[in-house]
């Protein structure tokens, strides 16, 4: 299987900052990687898929980089609504395999 | 707007099945386009995939449940079902359902559905 490992696990920042979550891939998996944002009671939504293609509706303030086995989601900009749990998805094999979190803190 | 909805018991004795179904409306389930999938998260816990099926019955399981899991589908009724037998407390989950794009994973969730084994 592969791992999907997401750093950090915590992240406080204020209103207005920029913020970056990465995540490592235990083995490459090209640019089949998403990034999703979960707040409390919610299913997760998804923000970015293929690494850096921005979901349809999701503010550009979101971006998406990297591809292999390194790969970044930043924010610019934060907003109170970003404040809320993030997770990677790898899917270029099954199992597709989530990251363990990032919770992004006032 | 495709839509997903989980249907099935709150509330799951230990060492029973867990039956879950996920209706989905706005799109039709024999798409070629897509798997569908399930994925659960315990309670202040991450996400975990399940499992994730094709309409014509092409089957993916998490091999760290493939021995208990069992994922059908429906074509007539537009819905795909889960069944994870023999449960512990460690399976109380919020149970998801969600659209496996083949391209690009999980677009469209549901809203989930809480799944407590009472022992």
């Known amino acids: 299987d592969i791992q999907m490992t997401q750093s950090p696990s915590s992240l406080s920042a204020s209103v207005g900052d920029r913020v970056t979550i990465t995540c490592r891939a235990s083995q490459g998996i090209g640019n089949d990687l998403g990034w999703y944002q979960q707040k409390p009671g919610k299913a997760p939504k998804r923000l970015i898929y293929e690494a850096s293609t921005l979901q349809s509706g999701v503010p550009l303030r979101f971006s998406g980089s990297g591809s292999g086995t390194e790969f970044t989601l930043t924010i610019n900009s934060l907003q109170p609504e970003d404040f809320a749990i993030y997770y990677c998805l790898q899917y270029t094999t099954y199992p597709h395999t989530f990251g363990q979190g990032t919770k992004l803190e006032i | 707007q495709l839509q997903l909805q989980e249907s099935g018991p709150g509330l799951v004795k230990a060492s029973e099945t867990l039956s879950l179904t996920c209706s989905v409306s706005g799109g039709s389930i024999s798409s070629s386009s897509f798997y569908w999938g399930w994925i659960r998260q315990p309670p202040g816990k991450g996400l975990e995939w399940i499992g994730s099926i094709y309409y014509s019955g092409g089957i993916h399981y998490n091999p760290s449940l493939k021995s208990r899991v069992t994922i059908s589908v429906d074509k007539s009724k537009n819905r795909f079902s889960l069944r994870l037998s023999s449960v512990t407390a460690a399976d109380t989950a919020v149970y998801y359902c969600?659209?496996?794009?083949?391209?690009?994973?999980?677009?469209?969730w549901g809203q989930g559905t809480l799944v407590t084994v009472s022992s």
């Open positions: 969600a659209r496996d794009a083949i391209l690009d994973s999980f677009d469209y």
